[in-house]
Structure formats: C-alpha cells, structure tokens
C-alpha cells in the first residue's frame, strides 16, 4: 500500500505533440518553409545535443514504451493509464521537453518555435484536463523577446511558470542580462522552473573542468548548473529585486543542495564584498524562494534512511522539496518509489502543498490521518 | 514443482511475453534456444518487464575493450530505467545487491512448464 | 542581517589536544610557493636559466580567471620570510607529527601554454621543494609536481622524483589537455604514480588556470569569485566521475587520490548519484566490475580543507552518519596559509570524536608513500 494516498502534484512531466509536424503548422508561413529546408527531414525543431553519443545502452535514450505507438509524452490517454489515473494526481505543471529551442542557434527561428510551442499548448493539452498547468516557452538568448512572449501568453490561467532550460547566454541564470525575464514573470504572476538538457551552447551547460562527457557522467553531473544558477540568482540580488519571484530547480537532484547553503554562508563575505545585493544570507534566500524537484531522488546506496539523514541536516529541508516524476523519460521516478525515500511526515509537503505554495494554490484539504503524519520525522 | 505456462510457439524469438502463472506475473524470453522465466517485477521501482529489450550479454576483459560473451548467455534490460538482469540468475549486472526471482523451465511437446518453487535453472 | 557565527556551534574550546585524546596530527597539505626565479635558478638547465631568470618571475604561468577581492592568506602570514610565518604559525603553533607540502599558484604552472618551459620550471621546483625545504626539517614531506600537457614526461618525472623517499604523493594540477583526469591520455601519469606508491593530489584551483578551455564550473561563465569558492567543488565532482567511469581504477587498481579543496559535505549524494547513473547505463561501461561508490570507497580520498563551517556540528554529524564509510576517507589538510585554514583542533572539534584519530592522522598515514621506517 501506498505510503501517501492524498492528492499529489508532480511538477515535472514531459508532454510532447505527437509528431513535430504539430508544432510546425503553428509556424507562419516564412518559418513552416524554412523547416521544409530541401524536403529531407534536414531541419530538426531540436537542437543539437553536447553529450558527444549517447552511451551503448539499448534503448537508452527513448523514453517511456508508448504501447500504442506514440511518440512517449505524447498522448493524454497513456498518460492518464500509466501515472495520472494509477495515482491519486491533483495537478501536473506539464514541462515540455527540456526547454531546449532556447539553444537553437537561429534566434529568429527560436522565437518562432517558443511561440509556436505556447500557442500549441493552449490549444492541446491545456484544455484537454482540469489537472494540467504548465510553463510559458522563452527563448532566453533573447531576454527581452523572451519577456514579451511571458507578457503575451503569460496571463492564460494555466500558465504558471516560465521555462528556463539551457542557459543560451553563456551565463548562469542570475545574470543581470536575464533580469527582463523575471521581471516579465513576476509581472504575469508566474514563478520560474529551470531544468537541465544536454543542448548544444558555448560555456552554457558543459560541466566544470569539462565533464559530463557521454550519458552516464551527464546524468551523475546534471545538477551543477542549478548550483551554479542559485548562487548568481543570489550574487545578482534576484530575489532582492523581485521578491515575489520562487524558482523551482527541476530534475537537478537533491542531495547537494545542503552542501551548496553550508558554502554559500561560508563566503558570504566575500559575496557581499563582492555584490551589493546579498542582503541576507544566501542560505535564507535559499529557504524562501528555492525549491528542488525531487527526481532524480539519489537513493542511498549505503543504509537505506542516508538519503533521510542528509536530507534532515537542513533544518526546514521538507518544505524545500516538490515531487515530480519526469514521465516519460527513462530516468524517471514512480511516486511509491519517490515516496518510500522521504521520512512520512514530509510526504504531505512534499507531494503536494509545497508545490502550492510555490505556485499560489489553495491546497485540497487533507484527511484527519494524514494530518497527523505532518511534522512526523519517522 | 512445474506448472504450465505458455504455449512454446507463444514465446517470441525477439521479446519477452508476460504471462500469468499460479497468481503471479511472470516474464518469458526465449534465447539461443532456451525460454527463461523470471518474476515479472523489477526490483527497482516494482515495474514491468514487458517490452524490455532483450540482448547477449558482453564480457570484458580490460578496460575499452569488449569481448564475446559465452553463447546463451543474455540480459533483459527493464524499459522503465534500463538496469539489465541475467537471464539464467535474475542478477543485476550492475548491482547484485539487486536480484529478479528466477525460475527453472522446461519444455513438453509444445508447452513451456516453470517450476514455479524453484529458482535458477532454464530449460 | 544574520551572521554565519550565529549558525555554527563548535565543541567548547576547553577541548584541547589533549582532552580529547588527540595524538600528533599529520597535515596532508600546506601549501608553500617560490617566489622569485633567483630561488628556482640554482635548478634550472643553464640555457633555460639564462632565459628564464631575465623574464618576470611568473611569466610563463596563466593567470587565475578569477582572484579573491579580499586575497587568500592569513594577514598574519604577510611581512616575513614565507619559511618563518610557516614554523611560527604551524610548525610551532600546531605541532603537527608532520607535513605534506603541496603548491598554490604552481598549479596553475601546469596549464601553462609555454609547456617545455613549463616543464623545466616544474622540475625545478620539485628540486627546490627537496632540497630548500624538506631539508629544513624532518617532518616535512613533498609532492611531485607534474603538468599533465606532456603525460609522458610526467610519468618519467615521477619515476625520477620518486628516488626521493621524502616524496610522498604527486600534485597533478590543472586538466590541461581539456579533459578530464578519467581520459585515457593522462594514464601514464596514473600509472607511474600507482607503481610507485605515490597518491595523486587533484586541487581545486587549478581548474580556474585561465587559458584552459574548460570551464571552473558549469552553468556558464559566473560574475565574482565568491561564486567561484562557493562552486569549486564541482571539479572535484567532474573528475570523480569520469576517473571512475572510465575505469580508472579498474586499470589501477593500487592508485589512490586525495581531493584537495572543496569541502566534504559533497559526497554521500555524488556518490549515490554516480551509482544511480551507473546501473541506468550500465553497458556503457561494462569493463567496471564493481558499483561506482565502491571504487569511490577503497581508491579517493577528500581532504577537509575547506570543509563546510556554517552548519552545525549536530548537521555535520547528520551527514557523515548517512555515510560511516568516509571515516577512512577523510585526510586532514590544514591548507595553510590560506585564510581558510584549520588547524588540526579546529577539525578535530567538528566531527564525532572516535572519527578523530583517523581523520586527523591514520587516514594520512595510510595514503602517503612515507619513507621506510617512519611510521
């Protein structure tokens, strides 16, 4: 039996059209012939991948078996067979792919598809379900375009959050050359997911020293850039400037973000000397405007409660998780996996009210004896 | 003790075939010539077998190299995340920690049988 | 404003040394730098000394991408002799049993674009560090330092430096081919360090060696250093990976490393994360035979300089108690002179107390090549 039977809110699925065609016919006309190139299938709405190869695992890069022949993230039917209806799911934010068109080198080309992309799922999978909100589509290599497509699509009432995947500028996600976007955000009313993908850009996602090189060192070092992209939107004074502004860290794992807090204190005052913005200590700014997604939750390989004792050396770690499952990629984690991994007392938190929270929900209520789990440390 | 579990001809040369035999669900793939039989649960997040990829399994003997598994031996690599299994002992050849039940077969006339208390072993 | 203090409870300071049982502390890092070429001359080849020595004394090395605003050293060790402020400040003040000299901006030497000539520098520094300082007192030890842009040379240089039984571990500096430490290029330094017994020391820092293509930390290029300190553990992170992905120690299965910088709070979860990402693609990597954390477990070792201060001595407990087995990882490395340093009291103060004698030296003495007979 499940360990949590209550509404849960997974904040990343991967939803997809079926075929790319789909996207393209929300092209104008100069764009829909420019992606029929020369007739062959030469240009692609996905841009080029860094990972050098994928790895010899068969299969390793196809997500979910869609059994009926779909592209995986595709169709609602499936979706709703193998998680939304197994599981007792109250609301999805529906995560596109990676939020990787920012890395399409054509800048021109990469406005089209974001609004292509936008207009898209409005049309589709917005109004296909009472469960599903998603993430406005920006091309962030141009933040000022990118603020006016928050500000033209932004206000729909299923749009809660601004996509932010491969970091097209080079620089992480608290650079002042980014700010436009949140100002964009906050504006509408709409938080910030940020998520990893192995897309093609200068200095952007490579890892430090040059690794994540192949599928295996990838996956084990996604989590960096959202390291990386706390400190600046910290450095930068983000949540300074706009202090409504929450983030959600998606699919960067979990387990180094004590570490990140403990060493961001550590030199705090060498980033005040450094930044007029770090007002509070960045552990705090941390507390009040970050979460993580908790796939890919690293199970402990050691004793089975590790991955609970690390979590409970952050006093307050429980209201900084959001469940997500990342359906239909292969990495993904099945909620009674994910829940098995959190002591039963943070599940109502982390399975629902704190995604809540971050996207200004009224939370359904819970049952009598589910509200006396709360605060349980077990 | 054995039970029937599907006709020989039902078990594909390229994929494995669920089943259901005595209460459980259970993964048939048939190999080089064998049918294997393994609980239909991957110890991992508890999903299903069916669809996985079915492959030989390659030994290596110095790091950048690949070398030729012995003949018959083969994984199922689960479709949910991949992690891979022996098919003879349910091993997860990444991990061992991590293990598929795995169940004797044999085949009479043109019926595979599992031995549906016993472990290891394929026909 | 909150202040950092407020966060962090240390042990009462009446623990001293001896309260707690603490034997002599063995320091797998200070670190100790030339300074000008006059100290490097005497060792330099005669064409490259007359080369050399009419140059600005770092010409030939990169310049770091970032420098602290604030500087990086003790105040107290400015203004005298660097041999003085290091017997007054550690020798005397600390006690240690002994001590591992490793470098600073030398690493960065490693990385140099000028590598023939950085080369030459590089042995004569390891000349220098024996015979200017190791013979100014029995306790301390040197590493050989070897740029990985000529692996070959590298390796020869280790055999040749490996003579001396004061050495006792290699400082392998930058990546500076631009990849990573697992990439097969660098084997022959792996492999003489292995053969000889000598532990390969990765610092964080050296991956800030400007001319580098490869970024000090991911996510693009950041604004302030302070990013920089707070992140550097990341090279740490990337270079764990690939070493053991791409069967570093599967190939050596004798070779030890101790990461230097970057604090420790990192690791259960890299660890769990490795073996996660590992058993997903498995095939990938079939010549492994055991899970990523095991070879993380018997071959790397992590140093607490730089180890994380504005947690709790209760949190730092938390964590290590999610992964018991780092009692055999950790090395105490007290990074002076660096404004950050600790002195073996200091750590000693934070961790649980049966840790503390393998932390603070038997670690220490298990993954150095010490001479015969002093242990």
Redesign the interface.
Known sequence: MARYNEPIVDVDIHHKPRTDAEIVAYLPARWREYVAGDGHGNTDLVPVRHLGGGGLTPGSQADRWATDGSRPGSSLELMREQLLDRHNYWRVVLTHDQGEWAALHNPYFAREVTRAYNNWNIDTWLSWDDRFYSAVAVPNGEPEEAAKEIRRVGGHPRLVSVLLGVNALGRPFGDPLYHPIYEAAVEMGLQISVHPGPWNRPNSTVHSVGGGRGLTEWLSQAGQAGMAHIASMIVHGVFEKYPDLKVVIKEHGVTWLPSLMWRLDDNVDLLRHESPWVQRLPSEYIHDHIKLSTQPIEESSDDRRGLAKLLQSVEGMENLLCFSTDYPHPTDDEPEFAMRQFPAGWLPKVFCTNACDVYGWTPPPLPSSQRSLAGSTR | MYVDAAATADVPETGPLVVQVARREIVLVRWDGQVYALRNICPHQHQSFESGVVRGQFDSVAVGEIDAAEPGRAIIACPWHRWQFDLATGSCLADASYRVRSYPTKVEGDRVLIDIGGSGRRA | ??R?EE?VQTSPTSERQADRGLSAAVDGMAFHEWTTMAELAPYLGKGWRDLLTALPPRQVEPQPLYR???GTKLDAAYGEEEYDSFQRLLLDAWSPDRVVLGYDRSILLTASASFYAAEEIIRAINTWTAEAWLARDERLHGLILVSGSLPEVAAQEIRRFARNDRMVGVAIGA?AL???FGH?VYHPIFEAAAEEGLPVVIQTGS?LAAN????????????????Y???N???H???V??MI???LF??YADLRVLLVGG?L??V????????????????????LRR?P?AYFKESIRVSTYEM????SND??A??L?????MRSSLVYTSGFPNR?CLAPDDVASRLPVDWVDDVVRNNALDLFRWPEGNL
């Open positions: 404003m909150r950092r966060l602290s605003p604030l990546n631009n990849l990573t097969p991956d580098l293509l490869t970024p000090p930390i991911a996510g693009g290029q950041s604004s302030s250093y302070g990013e300190k707070t992140l553990t990341q090279s992170m990337s270079h990976a690939a992905l791409q069967g599967e190939k604090g709070t990192w259960p979860g890299e660890i769990w994360r490795l073996d996660y990402a590992y058993r997903f693609n498995h095939q990938s990597t079939p010549w899970l954390s994380e201060r504005s947690l949190a730092l938390a964590v108690s999610a992964a018991p087995w950050d």
